[in-house]
């Protein structure tokens, strides 16, 4: 992999820096930032650059970018990735040696597979989604993009998932289920019913207790 510039300073950022240097290795030359009040700051050491200046210090020829943008919201989750995807950066996705991903799966780019997570054979991911520590992704799963698994949520086998939903911590899907787009799965529900999109799901079992709107889309606070 090309050295990495990563996008972003909160949280998401951060732990995608610890993976990136002491789990794998990787040189990371910068991290990156829309608002320039940053850009005279440091992180780990590394400079806080200006994203509109991005390519005059680091081309997408000689550098690749980790975009790590949280859950506030879920829509620039997928809009700032597919920015710099359409700029030409390349996005690989950061996988710590410590999770287990079968080799029969597939993981699209940008996406974040942290230490502890299971992804099982069959599986197929889509691109920027963020596997949090101790998740698993059972066997012969399909799973769009811009999704968000906190830690400990458990998707059964064959189960099919749409984009940038949110499944928080200790969430179950059932398996055989579906999952649309703009879905939230709270925090320990148990999803035992196909789930439709731009809801919010909630409870044991798992009830649609409010609808989400499309202009809005998912946001955690």
Known sequence: MSPLVIFGLGSVARLAYSCATYELGLDVLAFAVDSASHTDSELFGLPVVDAESLAQKFSPE?????????????????????RFADAGWDTPSIVSPRAYVAETSVIGLNCLVMAGAIVEPGSCLGDNNLIWS?????????IGSHNFFASNSTIGGEVTIGDRSFFGFSSTILQQRSVGSDVVIAAAALLTQDATSLGRYIGVPARRDRDIDPTIGVRIS
């Open 62 to 82: 000689s550098a690749s970018i980790f975009v790590a943008v949280g859950y506030r919201s879920m829509l620039k989750r997928a809009s700032v990735w597919q």
């Open 134 to 142: 101790n998740s698993t992704i059972c066997h012969d799963c399909r």
